[in-house]
């Protein structure tokens, strides 16, 4: 697996209205990285998002996956979403489900994924309740599972856990964490929380406004084995303060 | 459902909604009675609750309301069946497809501020005085609400719902069976219910102007003998059928759509 984002740009409208979003932005993701994308609102990392995932497509510039250049949607790039992404008439299961019937799996492969989807993401007890019964994030990993059910080859995390409170973030920043080294999938995430995006990913990108551009790349190689230790680890604090630094430069900067 | 029982506590006998309805209904009845039997309106122009009740009996057991009803019920359940029928593929048609959109809105637009029963003049020139201009009146009256109200409700469905089903590899008509559709299904059935009120009002105009049965057909006749009786047993029995149909899209609505109550 392999997502090549090359020297991507994306502008919105025409003329004197045109207001470019995002000006050559490249990055690689391999499987098995956990990759983020951190910036402030306006910083173009959502639809750097909607990009690979096929949702827009670039002005220039060239994303492809595997060497093949993304068109359009597809379930090899499941996604998910900040918030509001289940199907509310489908109870937990079904919406596990969904992307797989989309698929024309078989009924007996779509039963036993599920159920084992619903275990890895811990809601087997909460198959068949509808998604206004869950908690924000019990959601958002019903929508995890959703999106890792349809065997996507990356991740794409958009801002999911943006819309929780910050115990219920915290424990899905855990979750999310155990989930990667356990299934060993590709993701890329999307967050303006430097401090989760630390704690996910091996690779963080900063990323500016006005136009949208990666300003910054930091390898992130810290011992994971206590996400409670991690986040009190020197070496975190500084590295956090190290970027929040350049995060704040920029934010300082007439536009 | 621990979730959704945070409503008033358990309200008090007097105060639940279908007892406070059933009491306005009452007070109106008690004061209709009143003025009846102070006989300070004429008999004529106000008939007692009970002689109401007499002709409402007397036109049962003769066959005639029954065949009224009958009549009355067809034509509003086949012109209602068509206009809904139709409305729900144009309205989500129109809803997801800007080009139909712009097509085909303003004309909607512009037809739904002409007056249903002003076709009544043409639709008896085109169709005769048979069934297919009652149905055609009703159908004309409420498809295009129909139509532009299921479009609107198509519009407001939630992008990271469709997009969603996107990025898990749908693309085409699942997208609209299997998102759009039910997505929209409670604002449906609500809109029909809103409309199906028309369709009523449409079948007695319809019947008024020239039908051979039917309950605006008794009413018209009525009319002419005086028998404000039956004008009332008339009035009284559309109204009861329209509350029944409406509780019936109710009960529907909440049995199918659980999910968005």
Redesign the interface.
């Known amino acids: 697996m392999h997502l090549q984002v090359s020297d991507v740009s994306k502008t919105f409208g025409h003329g004197r209205a045109a207001k470019q979003v995002l000006e050559a932005v490249s990055f690689d993701l391999h499987a098995g990285e956990f990759v983020a994308l951190v910036g402030s609102s306006g910083s173009g990392k959502s639809t750097v998002m909607r990009l690979i995932?096929?949702?827009d497509t670039p002005t220039s510039g060239m994303i492809s996956l595997d060497g093949r250049p993304v068109r359009?949607?597809?379930?090899d790039?499941?996604?998910v979403?900040q918030?509001?992404?289940l199907?509310?008439?489908l109870t937990a299961a079904q919406n596990v489900a969904?992307?797989m019937e989309?698929?024309g799996r078989s009924r007996q492969e779509v039963r036993e994924r599920t159920s084992y989807f619903l275990e890895v993401v811990g809601l087997v007890d909460a198959a068949r309740c509808?998604p206004?019964?869950l908690s924000g994030g019990m959601q958002q990993r019903v929508?995890i599972a959703?999106?890792l059910a349809?065997e996507p080859r990356v991740l794409?995390l958009d801002e999911p856990f943006g819309a929780l409170d910050i115990q219920i973030r915290e424990s899905m920043q855990e979750f999310m964490h155990q989930l990667w080294q356990r299934t060993g999938l590709t993701a890329l995430l999307i967050t303006h929380d430097l401090e989760e995006a630390l704690l996910l990913a091996s690779q963080v990108h900063i990323m500016a406004p006005s136009p949208g551009r990666i300003v910054r790349r930091v390898a992130v190689d810290l011992d994971r084995s206590s996400m409670a230790d991690l986040r009190l680890s020197p070496s975190f604090l500084s590295l956090r303060e190290d970027l929040a630094r350049t995060l704040r430069g920029l934010d300082a900067q007439p536009q | 459902?621990?979730?959704?029982s945070d409503r008033s506590p358990v309200p008090r006998p007097i105060t639940h909604p279908w007892t406070l309805g059933l009491l306005g209904i009452l007070a109106v009845l008690l004061l209709w009675f009143l003025i009846s039997a102070s006989g300070s309106v004429d008999k004529l122009f106000l008939p007692s609750p009970q002689a109401v009740w007499q002709a409402g009996q007397r036109e049962w057991s003769s066959g005639m309301l029954p065949k009224d009803l009958l009549a009355s019920v067809q034509r509003v359940f086949i012109g209602f069946a068509m206009s809904a029928g139709l409305a729900l593929p144009v309205g989500i048609a129109m809803g997801t497809n800007p080009v139909i959109c712009r097509l085909l809105e303003p004309l909607m637009g512009l037809i739904r501020y002409m007056p249903a029963p002003a076709f009544i003049p043409l639709l008896i020139i085109y169709f005769g005085l048979e069934e297919l201009p009652k149905v055609l009146l009703i159908f004309i009256g409420t498809f295009f609400f129909n139509a532009l109200m299921i479009m609107d409700a198509v519009k407001f469905v939630?992008h990271?719902?469709v997009?969603?089903?996107?990025?898990?590899?749908?693309?085409g008509l699942?997208i609209i069976t299997?998102?759009v559709a039910?997505?929209i299904?409670p604002q449906v059935l609500d809109t029909y219910r809103i409309n199906m009120a028309s369709a009523w009002n449409l079948v007695i105009v319809a019947e008024l102007v020239a039908a051979s049965e039917g309950l605006g057909k008794r009413i018209s006749l009525a009319q002419r003998f005086l028998r404000t009786d039956e004008i009332f047993v008339g009035l009284i029995v559309i109204g009861l059928i329209g509350l029944a149909i409406d509780l019936g899209f109710r009960l529907l609505m909440r049995r199918a759509?659980a999910?968005?109550s």
């Open positions: 995932a096929g949702l359009g949607p597809g379930s790039r499941g996604m979403f918030k509001y992404s199907y509310p008439w969904f992307g989309l698929q509808l206004r019964e929508a959703r999106a349809a794409l | 459902m621990a979730m959704v939630p990271e719902l997009e969603t089903a996107r990025t898990l590899g749908g693309r699942p299997r998102v039910p997505y299904a759509c999910w968005a």
